[in-house]
Each structure stands twice: as structure tokens, then as C-alpha cells.
């Protein structure tokens, strides 16, 4: 596992480019992340490689936090400063920072947002992004995401910086777009970081270029919230075989598998059993 810095602008790399230049740095295909980031945003990226890969989806719920500005009185295709302006408005000029205020504590806590059009939701099995890009009109459903912390720094109109900690699945376009809605302005992300994913800092982060075989992290560090077995040789010989050991007392749901120190893989308890569900240890 490693911690990578994407660049952002308006001629940033996609997280898959990124992914690219780690798969280089490191000599293997096998390189994902833990959830993506939009050309023009920057900030972290966690990297899991190799088998490790196969943990990703235990992370998917790790809340996120950001760094920002949105801009008010424009509206564009994509809710970002990289789309077509849609709608302009100058009624933010009489807003001030109080009334900014009052309306970001509305979205403080769980609320129902759409995601925006240019996503990667997909609709009947096609992106989102590919239906708008061919002109389609998309409209997603809205879901239900949770903004533990939304905290307004600096109020210079039409911009207003923030910081965010949000649950998995947010969509910072989406939450800049209805808080332009509910100013009676519209709005759009102009600038984003992303500055922590689940336990991890940007600061720990080094470029995808740096990153290197001895530098990477224990991907154990993904699963230190789940309980702890320590198999013996018997017991990592059969959940390497994908067989499962009996479950021991309290050991409910999730849990991860050590041998000798090492990850072997994360079981679930049916029954009396715990059943391996992803294997990480290599033979």
C-alpha cells in the first residue's frame, strides 16, 4: 500500500494516469486505489498493490476529507470549473457570511443528494459520464450521504473556501451545486484537495513517481478495525485453500487472518465457521 499525491488543475491527471505511473515506479499491473479523484482536483490517493488490491472494497465506506472553493453564480455541466457554463446569476452579491453560513449548517449531517451527471454511476450498465457526453440526459436518483463537517474558512465573493469530511460516495460537485441551489445563486467546484482518506494524511503522502517496493505500507493496515486471529501452519494451509477454521469466542462478522505476523486473508463467521472472503497471501 502506499500514500500518492495527485496533482489537480485544469490540465490534471486522471487517477487512472496516476495509477499508471505507480504501476511504472513499481514494475507491476497490479495497482489500484481507494477511490478516485477528478482531473482537476488534487490531493490523496491510497494506492493498494498487488494482491493487496483485493482489500480495496473494505475501504469503500472510509470517510473523506476536502479542502475547497466553490464559486457562486455560475452553474456548469459538470458542477466543476471543466464544464460549460449553464446558468449565471448575480444574486450572491447580497449575500454575506452569516447567510453563507445558515446555509451550509443545512447540509451538516445525513441529506439526499443527486449525483451529478458527469459521474461514474452507472445507469442501466453505462457511466453517466459517457450517457451526458453523447448528449443524453441523465438524471440520477439522489442517495443518502452524510457530511460529518462542513466548516466555512474564508468568504470572499463570489468564492467561498471550506473543509469537508464526508462519508464515502459524496460528491463534493453535488454538495457545491446545492449550496449554490439554496443561496438562490447556483454554483460550481472551482477547487478541490483532498486532504485525508479514512486514517491516512496528505502530508504522509509522497508524488506516484517516488513511490517505491521498500516504501510500501503493510496492507494490514486496511483491516487494523476488524478483530484478530492468529492462525497456526494447519490453519493458514486451509484458508489459503479458501477452507474455513472454526470461529473462536466474540469473534463475530469480519475478521482479520494473521500467520506469523503476516495478513492471509479476511473471513467472515457463518455459524460456527469464520469462511475466507479475500485472500492476500501469496503460497
Known amino acids: 500500500m502506499a500514500l500518492v499525491v495527485k496533482p489537480g488543475g485544469p490540465e490534471g491527471p486522471t487517477s487512472h494516469d496516476v495509477v499508471d505511473t505507480v504501476r511504472r515506479a513499481l514494475g507491476t499491473d497490479r495497482v489500484g486505489h481507494l477511490g478516485t479523484l477528478d482531473p482537476f482536483a488534487a490531493g490523496l490517493l491510497?494506492?493498494?498493490v498487488g494482491r493487496a488490491t483485493r482489500l480495496a472494497p473494505l475501504a469503500a465506506a472510509w470517510p473523506k476529507a476536502y479542502e475547497g472553493v466553490i464559486r457562486l453564480g455560475t452553474t456548469t455541466t459538470t458542477d466543476d470549473a471543466t464544464g460549460e457554463p449553464v446558468a449565471t446569476s448575480e444574486a450572491w452579491r447580497g449575500s454575506d457570511a452569516a447567510q453563507v453560513e445558515?446555509?451550509?449548517a443545512r447540509f451538516r449531517g445525513a441529506y439526499d443528494?443527486?449525483?451529478?451527471?458527469?459521474s461514474a454511476v452507472k445507469v442501466a450498465g453505462v457511466r453517466a459520464y459517457r450517457r451526458a457526453r453523447r448528449g443524453e440526459t441523465v438524471a440520477l436518483p439522489a442517495r443518502r450521504v452524510e457530511v460529518a463537517e462542513l466548516a466555512l474558512l474564508r468568504y470572499a465573493?463570489?468564492?467561498?473556501a471550506f473543509r469537508a469530511r464526508v462519508s464515502g460516495g459524496t460528491y463534493l460537485r453535488g454538495l457545491a451545486r446545492d449550496v449554490g441551489a439554496a443561496l438562490g445563486c447556483g454554483a460550481h467546484l472551482a477547487t478541490l484537495t483532498r486532504t485525508a482518506v479514512g486514517p491516512y494524511q496528505l502530508g504522509e503522502a509522497v508524488a506516484p513517481e517516488a513511490v517505491t517496493r521498500q516504501g510500501l505500507r503493510?496492507?494490514?493496515?486496511l483491516v487494523a478495525d476488524l478483530p484478530r486471529r492468529e492462525l497456526d501452519e494447519a490453519g493458514r494451509a486451509a484458508v489459503m485453500h479458501g477452507r474455513p477454521v472454526p470461529a473462536g469466542k466474540g469473534e463475530e462478522g469480519r475478521v482479520a487472518l494473521f500467520a506469523?505476523?503476516?495478513l492471509v486473508a479476511v473471513a467472515e463467521r457463518v455459524g460456527e465457521l469464520l469462511?475466507?472472503?479475500v485472500v492476500v497471501a501469496d503460497e
Open 102 to 104: 445558515q446555509v451550509l
Open 275 to 277: 469462511k475466507p472472503r
Open 260 to 262: 506469523a505476523g503476516q
Open 113 to 118: 443528494q443527486r449525483p451529478p451527471a458527469y
Open 157 to 160: 465573493p463570489p468564492d467561498l
Open 218 to 221: 503493510d496492507p494490514a493496515e
Open 46 to 48: 491510497v494506492m493498494v
